[in-house]
């Protein structure tokens, strides 16, 4: 059966996910070119990533067809949180500020992050220790706007220790230690957490909101690049709390909006977003792996779900 492909306006950090997602769900056509540089994409394949990128393309083969862009009525605006507040202020303030190469720069680091075991392996590790500095600054915060946006369904440490589990044994808190692009990561989490906890929502947003917009489908793309049977090394993206992502994100939405900030505040917000995305490009940028081999292995996966081959 084919694929259903919709579009979704979305910020930049977010459309990233979709991206990725969108170029393998709907069929890649991807090849190794003869000395081809491990770091750089085939021409064709980037432009048609950042294509959707900029069209905030995304994937769902069990997605309901939504209906063709229009321009937002005030009611239309009314009933989308997206469309108002800091919610917009953020997708808006995101989703331009970063250049073809930025952009091209996550999306290849996701690619070589997907093409070894090990690449993936020190990809988790590091969003372990992220993650547990993000939630450790939440548990501890007074801040009432970051309490307001901290769901339980959310948190991803528990299932990243499940991850580091499979791929490093049960004596894994001895063995894994944080790259040098996590520490900066971590290090910025912590300083704002203690300075300007108020900014920890730019972490909630771009972090959260992308692993819960894509997750589903980068964590599938993953265990087909590695061959991994469903949920190895791979439940960091599974929310199995959340039944309905698109409720879910709407509720998170107007809880933002109704965020009592000043202008500074929300303002400095949209800024620390844009920083988390050049923090999360530090973190793909130090993994070694050839994005061209996970390419190759998901044509092929893709290619026998077609003709029926298990």
Not at 13 to 36: E, K, M, R, T
Not at 114 to 141: D, H, K, P, R
Not at 265 to 291: M, R, T, Y
């Amino acid at each position: 059966m084919k694929s259903m492909c919709r579009r979704r306006p979305t910020s930049a950090a977010l459309a990233i996910a979709f991206a990725v997602a969108h170029q393998a769900s709907c069929g890649v056509d991807a090849f190794v070119a003869p000395g081809a540089g491990i770091a750089t994409l085939p021409p064709s394949f980037s432009s048609r990533l950042l294509a959707s990128v900029e069209d905030a393309t995304v994937t769902d083969s069990n997605a309901a067809p939504i209906e063709e862009k229009r321009e937002p009525t005030s009611a239309g605006i009314s009933e989308n949180p997206r469309k108002a507040g800091l919610a917009l202020m953020l997708d808006d303030g995101t989703r331009k500020s970063h250049s073809m190469a930025e952009n091209t720069a996550f999306v290849s680091g996701f690619f070589k992050g997907i093409a070894t075991q090990s690449a993936f392996a020190n990809l988790v590790t590091s969003l372990y220790f992220v993650y547990q500095a993000m939630e450790n600054e939440f548990e501890n915060s007074s801040d009432a706007s970051v309490k307001a946006l901290d769901y339980s369904e959310l948190r991803r440490v528990n299932t990243l220790e499940k991850d580091m589990e499979f791929f490093y044994g049960p004596e894994w808190a001895s063995i894994i230690a944080p790259s040098a692009a996590a520490k900066r990561y971590v290090a910025r989490i912590q300083e704002i957490g203690k300075s300007e906890p108020e900014l920890l929502i730019a972490h909630q947003y771009t972090r959260y909101l992308g692993d819960l917009f894509g997750g589903q489908m980068m964590g599938g793309m993953a265990s087909k690049s590695l061959g991994l049977e469903p949920g190895q090394g791979t439940s960091f993206y599974q929310f199995d709390d959340i039944t309905d992502a698109k409720a879910f994100i709407d509720e998170w939405y107007t809880n933002l909006n109704e965020l009592d900030l000043t202008s500074k505040q929300k303002e400095a917000i949209v800024d620390e977003a844009n920083l988390v995305f050049a923090l999360n490009i530090e973190i793909l940028e130090e993994l070694e792996g050839s994005p061209f081999k996970a390419m190759l292995m998901l044509a092929i996966s893709a290619f026998k779900e077609k003709i029926g081959f298990q």
